[in-house]
């Protein structure tokens, strides 16, 4: 299958290797399929984990300053004004 991928022409590998042309075909296809499945297969990749975890972190933190503030302009609503003179 290498080489094949690697560009070699399939009735040469056929002839050396005593494999008909449509098998080879077939394996080629099959590996081609099994490496972009590969590529496309991200969920135990444990860089994204942990990537998609500080976003989650990151969103509960925003949530709980902005709660905070609005908490603190509540009980105090002219603090953080600055004086016209």
Not at 19 to 38: F, H, M, S, T
């Amino acid at each position: 299958m290498l080489r094949l991928l690697r560009g070699e022409a399939v009735d040469a590998v056929s002839r050396e290797v005593s494999v008909p042309i449509y098998k080879l075909e077939q394996w080629r296809d099959r590996a081609l399929a099994g490496i972009d499945a590969g590529l496309k297969e991200r969920e135990n990749d444990p860089l994204e984990r942990q990537l998609d975890e500080a976003k989650r972190r990151i969103g509960e933190l925003v949530m709980e300053v902005e709660i905070l503030q609005k908490e603190r302009r509540a009980k105090h609503p002219l603090a953080g004004r600055r004086s016209s003179r």
